[in-house]
C-alpha cells in the first residue's frame, strides 16, 4: 500500500477564485489520478498524471479548468479553476500500483459559496 | 462498454446480523473487480480484490466476495456485521483506458447498522 496525504482537508471558497489542492505519497509512484466526487455520488475520474508527461484528462474535464502539476514520483497537485457552486465536492487522488489497484487519500472537501 | 452497478442504494442490518452487498459486472474480457469503503469524512480503503484464480477472496475487516462469471457479479459478504462497518462501499471494476490503468466506480451502497 502506500500512505497519501492531501492538502488541504477541506476549504470554503468564494466563487471565481481558485484552489491548488496538494496530494503527497511516501514513496514513488508512476501513476497518480485525481478523482471527484460529488455530494452523495461515486468518484468519477478528473484525469490520470504521470510524472514526465502531459496529464490525461477524462470526458467532460479539461486543463483550462482543471490544471494538474506532476513534478516528481511522490507529488502532485490539482487546481479548480475559476470555481462556481457546482464545484463543491469532494476531491481525491489516488496511486496507482500493479494490476489496477489504487490507494486513495483522505479527500479535500470543497466547498464554494 | 464497461460498467459496474450497484443494485441497493441503501441497505440497514442489525448488528450481529450478516451482510451481502450486491455488485454487477458488464465486460467483455476478464474483470479486474475490486470493493472499497468510505467511512464518514474519510477516503476509501480497499477491502479486497480479484484478479484471477480462486473465485472466493478474502480481505479485510472480516469481509470476503465472491466472483461468479455466469453472473457477472462480484458480491461482497461479512457473516457478522459490526456497528463500526456502517460506511459507504463501493465496487469497482479495473479496465485498460489508452495508456493508463483505470477504474470505474459504481455508484455506491450506504450501509446502516442498527444495535
Known amino acids: 500500500s502506500a500512505v497519501i496525504s492531501q492538502k488541504p482537508s477541506r476549504d470554503i471558497c468564494q466563487r471565481g477564485t481558485s484552489l491548488t489542492i496538494q496530494c503527497q505519497v511516501d514513496?514513488?509512484?508512476?501513476?497518480m489520478f485525481w478523482y471527484r466526487q460529488q455530494p452523495g455520488q461515486s468518484l468519477t475520474l478528473i484525469a490520470t498524471a504521470n510524472q514526465g508527461s502531459e496529464a490525461t484528462y477524462e470526458s467532460g474535464f479539461v486543463i483550462d479548468k482543471f490544471p494538474i502539476s506532476r513534478p516528481n514520483l511522490t507529488f502532485s497537485t490539482l487546481t479548480v479553476s475559476n470555481m462556481s457552486p457546482e464545484d463543491s465536492s469532494i476531491y481525491l487522488c489516488s496511486v496507482g500500483r500493479t494490476l489496477y489497484e489504487q490507494y486513495f487519500g483522505p479527500g479535500t472537501r470543497l466547498t464554494v459559496t | 462498454a464497461q460498467s459496474v452497478t450497484q443494485p441497493d442504494i441503501h441497505i440497514t442490518v442489525s448488528e450481529g446480523a450478516s451482510l451481502e452487498l450486491r455488485c454487477n459486472y458488464s465486460?467483455?474480457?476478464?474483470?479486474?473487480l475490486f470493493w472499497y469503503v468510505q467511512s464518514p469524512g474519510q477516503g476509501l480503503q480497499l477491502l479486497l480484490k480479484?484478479?484471477?484464480?480462486?473465485?472466493l477472496v478474502q480481505g479485510i475487516k472480516g469481509f470476503e466476495a465472491e466472483f461468479k462469471r455466469s453472473q457477472s457479479s462480484f458480491n461482497l459478504r461479512k457473516p457478522s456485521v459490526h456497528w463500526s462497518d456502517a460506511a459507504e462501499y463501493f465496487c469497482a471494476f479495473g479496465y485498460s483506458g489508452g495508456s493508463n490503468y483505470k477504474l470505474t466506480f459504481g455508484k455506491g451502497t450506504l450501509l446502516t447498522v442498527n444495535p
Open positions: 465486460y467483455g474480457a476478464t474483470p479486474y
Open positions: 514513496s514513488q509512484v508512476t501513476m
Open positions: 480479484y484478479f484471477s484464480g480462486d473465485t
